[in-house]
């Protein structure tokens, strides 16, 4: 009952945030927080430690509009002119976000554009979360969290689950967030996947419309691309 309570206030402050809220645009900037990790070999640590200051110096973009939205990772802001590519591309696929995602709402379409280039396209996704009673202030606005359980399997073979833990804020009623995880009534302010968290640091709301600019290029379907790769890890 209290659940459903709790449900009901935030689809009302959605509504009345949707009606009051001119601007239907907007840019988000994130930076990520890496959980320290604990079980790391002694000879390895180092550069660990080099990887995660890499990946908290990784800033990322969201734009939408009232149908699209892209997610990119923008900018190193360490500066660090000794930093390699390949150091920060390690960096990104094993801390931060190693895909841009590119949302369209119209199609129910979700793009995936990997590092190395590949689009991946698969299907438009909103559903799994589950909205929970804790709240928590993100700058000025009062943020509600949700739960969502993503199936996986390792590279042993074994099935698991990934929690990924979004905090979202009805006051801002736009459905997107970082990386491929949307659909809530509420803009994604924080969200913590593994041992990473994407913390918003800037939001810009515009009236005018943001145009979203979608990569060019052959596409393979989300259902092929993960048979390649369970076939590469041998499964």
Not at 10 to 31: E, M, T
Not at 166 to 192: D, H, K, V
Request: with cysteine; net charge neutral; charged share 25%.
């Amino acid at each position: 009952y209290i659940m459903k309570k709790i449900h009901l206030l935030i689809l009302f402050i959605f509504i009345v945030s949707f009606l009051n809220v001119g601007a239907q645009n907007g840019i988000v900037l994130y930076l990520t927080h890496i959980q320290v990790v604990n079980d790391i070999p002694s000879e390895h640590n180092d550069f660990f430690k080099e990887m995660i200051n890499a990946a908290e110096s990784h800033q990322f973009e969201l734009r939408f509009n009232k149908n699209q939205s892209s997610f990119k990772f923008i900018d190193d802001l360490s500066k660090d002119q000794n930093a390699s590519l390949t150091n920060q591309n390690i960096a990104r696929s094993g801390f931060s976000s190693s895909i841009d995602v590119y949302i369209d709402r119209n199609k129910k379409e979700e793009l995936q554009q990997k590092i190395d280039g590949t689009l991946i396209l698969g299907e438009y996704n909103v559903n799994g979360w589950e909205i929970l009673k804790d709240s928590k202030n993100i700058s000025e606005y009062l943020c509600y969290k949700a739960v969502r359980k993503v199936p996986f399997i390792d590279r042993n073979g074994i099935s698991k689950v990934n929690i990924i833990t979004a905090c979202f804020s009805p006051r801002l009623p736009f459905n997107y967030g970082p990386q491929n995880f949307y659909g809530l009534p509420g803009l994604i302010l924080e969200l913590t996947k593994n041992k990473t968290t994407f913390l918003a640091t800037k939001i810009v709301l515009e009236k005018e419309d943001i145009q979203i600019d979608f990569p060019n290029g052959k596409t393979i379907s989300k259902e092929v691309y993960d048979k390649k790769l369970r076939e590469q890890i041998g499964m």
